[in-house]
């Protein structure tokens, strides 16, 4: 893992050097997607599009553009998002009747058709999802992947009869979020944000993030629970069973490419970054090494040991530019592919291929068990996650009193909003939350003494 003072200055260097985004666009914020970034991000979102799939959501695709009129019906989320809202005033020379806004998020866009389309309780649960880009002027410094502008954005938005079918969904979403997260090897922790933190419009709203080598939390996912707060507003209603009309119950769950910059992060070194096996566009890469005379021989054993490795369902390329083993190497490790594999004189007559995973494993296999590489690639991604969690592990302080530290810590919490505001002054951190699944406490609050009902989980966030 990197240092934690290096971290910021390695991470804004290696998005580049990995090939995976262009930051030289002249518009803060909104960096170019390059061909291997991009095809990393769309196997990260292949996962999610199979957990949708699995859980009976389907996908849709909302208008980028908002009517004003929409977006004002929902008073706590206009202020929550009013300074950050992108607007569309002209087309060509002339002044539009109703302004437009880049979706900041596509709540306002979604409720007034979901008025439509929704009738009766048999219309219920309605479950759907968007990938799309939405805009948000951040005022903050930008940062690849993580504070950007125009942001890569996974959202599901669902609508139910009451609000106990609504908090099934959020434990659904969290089952959802357990099995996406271990695919990409990042532990999380799972914090109820506090009230004054909360989604604007929401009822409650629920964190899941990341610690990364900073020591800061990154939030890769969020869920919400609005309760009727937006149905009301958005007339987002249904006839029951008795013939009555009741407003709906919605929850959201939203994610971003922060999933791809926590990916970088956590799991890099000083090489380069490591790519999760789930998402690597290339899973293993074949190295000729070539000695005079051997040159044919080993080509054909690496294109069919590649073949082979295709057959097995796995991404492979042979590296056979006019470069250094060496040099290649280095570049291979740069992009994070997860296995290398080596072919030489050495291999062919010995009947092996050699091996190296990219967080430094090397291996012999034998020629004719190359179906091992599965087993490598699965106990390369277990280490990934083992080797997070770990950090993640040792840098959660559970403390009695207001202390320091660096990491994520929690203190004993009376629950009250000034106390919450107080620690965060005093350690000039912010708060995540309390913790999800909650955890007793039997504590005084640190800043009234009072009777801590809580933990209030703080760290430095990005
Ligand atoms: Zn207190």
Not at 40 to 64: C, S, W
Not at 73 to 89: A, D, L, M, P, Q
Not at 168 to 183: G, Y
């Amino acid at each position: 893992m990197i240092d934690k003072d290096k971290f910021d200055e390695w991470y804004n260097e290696i998005v580049e050097l990995a090939d995976l985004c262009d930051k030289r666009y002249p518009i803060k914020g909104m960096n170019i997607w390059k061909p291997y970034g991009w095809k990393i991000m769309q196997n990260i979102d292949a996962i999610i599009r199979q957990e949708m799939e699995k859980t009976g959501h389907k996908e849709v695709y909302f208008p980028l553009l908002i009517p004003e009129g929409f977006f004002k019906k929902e008073e706590e989320h206009i202020r929550g998002f009013s300074s950050e809202v992108y607007w569309v005033t002209h087309a060509g020379k002339n002044e539009l009747e109703e302004k437009l806004l880049l979706r900041p998020t596509s709540e306002t866009a979604m409720y007034p058709i979901f008025s439509l389309w929704i009738r009766s309780h048999a219309d219920l649960p309605l479950k759907i999802f968007q990938i799309v880009n939405t805009f948000r002027y951040e005022t903050k410094m930008t940062k690849a992947f993580i504070r950007v502008r125009e942001i890569h954005f996974f959202e599901a938005h669902t609508c139910h009869t009451d609000f106990e079918d609504a908090e099934k969904q959020i434990k659904e979403d969290l089952e959802i979020a357990k099995r996406f997260f271990r695919k990409l090897c990042l532990p999380f922790i799972i914090s109820k944000r506090p009230e004054w933190d909360k989604f604007a419009g929401a009822f409650y709203s629920i964190g899941l993030d990341v610690l990364m080598p900073s020591l800061k939390a990154l939030q890769v996912g969020s869920i919400h629970q609005y309760k009727q707060n937006f149905s009301k507003p958005f007339e987002i209603k249904y006839e029951g069973i008795d013939g009555k009309h009741y407003y709906c119950h919605q929850t959201t769950y939203g994610m971003s490419e922060r999933v791809l910059g926590a990916i970088v992060g956590i799991h890099g070194d000083e090489k380069g970054i490591k790519l999760p096996s789930s998402i690597a566009p290339i899973k293993v890469v074949i190295i000729p090494i070539l000695f005079k005379g051997w040159e044919e021989k080993i080509m054909d054993e690496c294109k069919k040991v590649k073949e082979e490795i295709e057959k097995m369902g796995l991404s492979c390329h042979i590296d056979d530019r006019d470069k250094t083993p060496g040099s290649k190497f280095y570049d291979w490790e740069l992009k994070g592919v997860p296995l290398r594999i080596e072919i030489g004189p050495k291999d062919i007559e010995n009947n092996v291929v050699s091996i190296a995973t990219r967080d430094g494993i090397k291996k012999r296999i034998a020629r004719n068990e190359l179906e091992k590489i599965k087993d490598e690639l699965a106990e390369y991604d277990e280490r990934l996650y083992r080797k997070a969690e770990e950090f993640l592990r040792q840098h959660i302080y559970i403390m009695e009193k207001l202390e320091k530290k660096e990491g994520i810590i929690e203190v004993p919490w009376c629950g009250k909003e000034e106390c919450g505001l107080k620690m965060e002054e005093e350690l000039d951190m912010k708060s995540l939350g309390t913790p999800l699944p909650g955890k007793e406490c039997d504590k005084n609050c640190p800043i009234c003494g009072g009777k801590a009902t809580t933990w209030l989980r703080l760290a430095k966030i990005y």
